[in-house]
């Protein structure tokens, strides 16, 4: 068995180089994958690859940076709104506003147009600040698809050099397939590549990720993810995430929104090749900041796990009090809420719309995503505390009654998770590190 000092030594790569320099000029896409070349070792494979995005050149830049300057105001108004409908409709006093600043929403009239146009335009940069800003309140169908790459950091926010990109992208994914997908029958990475097969029929949509095609898809995008990955490797719940990429980019090239139900065989070659590499890149991206909740004995999601505990405690003491008394602890209910991104929670079409917000929220899937679960525990306080048994109490939290949630049942969750976050992020002590 090798060293450590030879594994690090195997792993490590040089950022010498920028990947696809030299792909910048390519005057189009080809219609056909472009085969990588081959080099002579392994290492020198893994030296010229890296997952960098264009770093180094200001237009890729705009995204992160936006991300640093949402405008609080707007987004926290937005969420007041959408409590204040949500109570009239219930004929209830309107939550207090947690000295929320005062601000004018924009019309929502025309919110849609704009997003749509925005990023539809084909020769123009996207003003990134205000797409995530409107993204903030959920991205219209039609052009989901490029706006979760933009989003993300996938695509540049120079329109112009998109194409160049996703050329670039998607050879290098492919290249990673060439080089590495023949190993997973290799004694050591044989494991992985078992728990991964085992672990996606057990997927859902069942209609969709059963079928052959798809499977395959799912198991390349995973293995090679855990192998370019060794820190943390291939863990249970990374699977679930790469769903929702991969449904929302098949909908830019079907007609139909009813994903679910297509059979892939339809589907080109060419086609699925580029959904699969571009749920890969983004999906990587997503795990970029989030993978200290899979290294070993996933200490970002035992931390979590106690910072929702405390928390939960600071906003209603009751419940917290009430769910101790019977000996329900958070780690039993709330592991998979942060393993899974609350994807077992709630139908994959919330998922799909918390996500438009994970995405456009700087650091939406770690930091906002814990103001979300609290304000998810919070939506059953009724039934919590008319719990008084310690089974019956775990089986309700762990089956939550959301089959039939839709886009407001979300908007309501997010603009609570909101409040509860600008009311609690900056007070002192609000949860224990």
Known sequence: ????????????????????????????VPTTPVKAKRV?????????????????????????????SLNTEVVMETAHRVLRDHSQRQGQHPPQEASAPEAELPAAPGADLWLVKSVSESHAACPAEELRKLSWSGI??????????????????????????????????????????????????????????????RMSPEALILQPKVTEIFERILFIWAIRHPASGYVQGINDLVTPFFVVFMCEYLDTEDVE??????????????????????MSKLLDGIQDNYTFAQPGIQMKVKMLEELVSRIDEQVHQHL?????????FAFRWMNNLLMREVPLRCTIRLWDTYQSEPEGFSHFH??????????????????R????????????????????????????????????????????K
């Open 389 to 432: 048994d310690f089974q019956e109490l775990l089986l309700f939290l762990q089956n939550l009654p959301t089959a039939h949630w839709d886009d407001q049942d979300v908007s309501l969750l997010l603009a609570e998770a909101y409040r509860l976050k600008f009311a609690f992020a900056d007070a002192p002590n609000h949860y224990k």
């Open 1 to 28: 068995m090798a060293s450590d000092g030879a594994r690090k030594q195997f792993w490590k790569r040089s950022h010498a180089k920028v990947p696809g320099s030299l792909l910048k000029s390519a005057p189009k």
């Open 370 to 387: 814990l103001y979300v679960c609290a304000a998810f525990l919070m939506r059953w306080r009724k039934e919590i505390l008319e719990e």
């Open 140 to 201: 219209p169908k039609q052009v989901r698809p490029i706006t979760w790459k933009l989003l993300s950091g996938y695509l540049p926010a120079n329109a112009d050099r998109r194409p160049a990109t996703l050329q670039r992208k998607q050879q290098e994914y492919f290249a990673f397939i060439e080089h590495y997908y023949d190993s997973r029958n290799d004694e050591a990475h044989q494991d992985t590549y078992r728990q991964i097969h085992i672990d996606i029929p």
């Open 324 to 332: 101790d008394q019977h000996e329900v602890r958070y780690l039993q």
């Open 261 to 282: 139900s297509v059979d892939m065989c339809s589907v080109p070659t060419e086609v699925l090749r580029n959904i699969e590499a571009d749920t890969y890149w983004c």
């Open 40 to 68: 002579s070792t392994f290492q020198e494979f893994e030296s010229n690859t890296s997952d960098a995005w264009d770093a180094g050149e200001d237009d890729d830049q705009l995204l992160a940076m936006a991300a640093e």
